[in-house]
């Protein structure tokens, strides 16, 4: 129990992993995208108590909103006794920064809002330019909204690279890339990505993708690992199903005691993608970094786990499209040609 009254779990106990470039990084953080639905200052007292409870790794985000209120509980934590080394902060690149001018300053202003001298990640969120306002509806276009175009993304890739260079940024990263966009970056990077941010969950589960990225030591951050139960209604579809609710999920949970969310993110972490899962619940929070230091699902449960894929994607991107009569699978190249 720490002295706010919160149970703990030692950090110590949690397990990390090494990511190419020898930074190590906590096996589970907490998402703080509050899905238009949860204000900063909740987010921001969530940041709080689960940095008390023990988690290290906070998945931020400029358009998430909150960055400068989470930087405010960061100080107070700081100023309550935490190290900053003892901290693994991540922030991402919002597609209306995508400008080669607009890069480093949209960079300072997240270092700035959540109060830091450096980032332990940076990541470009998403491989388009296209910006929507907050919460708009999925047919929702950028005026100038363009599809993926490489020369771009390296300009923006060249300046996340010179941060690195001047020891403002510990790791980059890419997030909601396909095989074919990074077999370019690799290509063409002179720091290659230590991670891609993307969407895993038991009925995502994106295969080919994790072994690409196995096979390239590019390390996979698994997101909406608890299938986003509390998504925008925007991001919903007729087809989407619901993954703690699954059976299999549910039979394991009951075995071991837990609740089916625990399983999804004992199964993340044992299958080596790191999950960051979001909550404002104290409950949640405690459960979700528990299952880090659970007990091994067994090869059985695992397999069992495997065989309930669906490739069902959630956050399908709609609003990222460029151009009319488009459907969302434009924009994941699933044959391996990037659409232009
Ligand atoms: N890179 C990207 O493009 C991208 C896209 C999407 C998300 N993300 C990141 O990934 C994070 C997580 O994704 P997400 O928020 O979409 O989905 P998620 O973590 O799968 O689900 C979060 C939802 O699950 C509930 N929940 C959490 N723990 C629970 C538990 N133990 N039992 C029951 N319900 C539980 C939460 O409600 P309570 O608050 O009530 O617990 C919340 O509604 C985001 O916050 C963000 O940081 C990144």
Redesign the pocket.
Known sequence: MSAAGLERVDPALVPSVLLANGASIPAIGM???G?DS?SADTVAAAVKDAAIMGYRHF?C?AV?GNEAHIGKALKGLMEGGLKRDELFITS?LWNDKHDEGDVVPAFEASLQALGLDYLDLY?I??PFPNHHAPGVDVSARAGNAQPYLHEAYMKIWRKLESLVDAGLIRSIGT??MSMAKLELLLRDARIKPAVN?M?L?PHFQQPELCAYLRAHSIQPIA?????????PERDRTPEDSVD?EDPVIKAIAGRRGE?P??VCLRWAIQRGQLP??????GR?LL??LKAAVSASLSPEDMAAIEGIDRGCRL?KGQVFLWKEGQSWEDLWDMDGIIRS
Do not use: C, M, Q
């Open positions: 998402g703080t995208f899905s949860v998945d985000a998430y991402k990541l969120h998403w997030s909601n941010e969407e969950h997101y909406s690992p608890l299938g986003s139960p509390g998504r703690i609740h969310a625990a960051i899962p979001f909550s404002v619940s949640n459960s979700n956050i």
